[in-house]
């Protein structure tokens, strides 16, 4: 199982956004969110790469794992970092003309070790192919 959330529970303040979603991706698979505005597409792929309130939400139960991995107690350089996961919303944060391989390069401006890029795209790749 490459990615796994089960029984999820995230709220913005006092507001339960998302109520106990579980989902599964398989390696290979092409899995899409979709629904109204205000569903819980964006609060899920919040949830998942841990970003910290206020931007994202709080998660008050349930678990999340990528690639057998709990990413719960995780903060999100260590989920970027650690496993390769990037949040790329709605397009508008890329660089459309660049190639994959070049957007990669520019989201791992902080990392300084060139054989971690290369390792952490190689495993994107993989992944994604």
């Not at 998660?59 to 107690?73: C, H, K, M, T």
């Not at 989201?107 to 971690?116: N, P, Q, V």
């Not at 390792?119 to 192919?129: M, T």
Request: hydrophobic content about 45%.
């Amino acid at each position: 199982m490459l990615l796994q959330i089960e029984n999820l529970r995230v709220a913005y303040g006092p507001i339960e956004a998302l109520q106990g979603i579980s989902l599964q991706v398989e390696e290979g698979e092409i899995v899409t969110l979709i629904g109204a505005n205000g569903a819980g597409k964006s609060t899920t792929l919040m949830s998942i790469m841990r970003l910290p309130p206020p931007e994202a939400p709080t998660v008050l139960s349930g678990r999340i794992r990528f690639d057998g991995q709990d990413l719960l107690p995780f903060p999100p350089h260590r989920v970027v970092g650690l496993l390769g996961l990037v949040l790329v919303p709605e397009g508008r944060r890329i660089f459309g003309n660049l190639t994959v391989w070049e957007n990669l390069k520019i989201a791992a401006f902080g990392i300084r070790d060139s054989r971690k890029i290369q390792q952490q795209a190689g495993r994107a790749f993989a992944l994604f192919p």
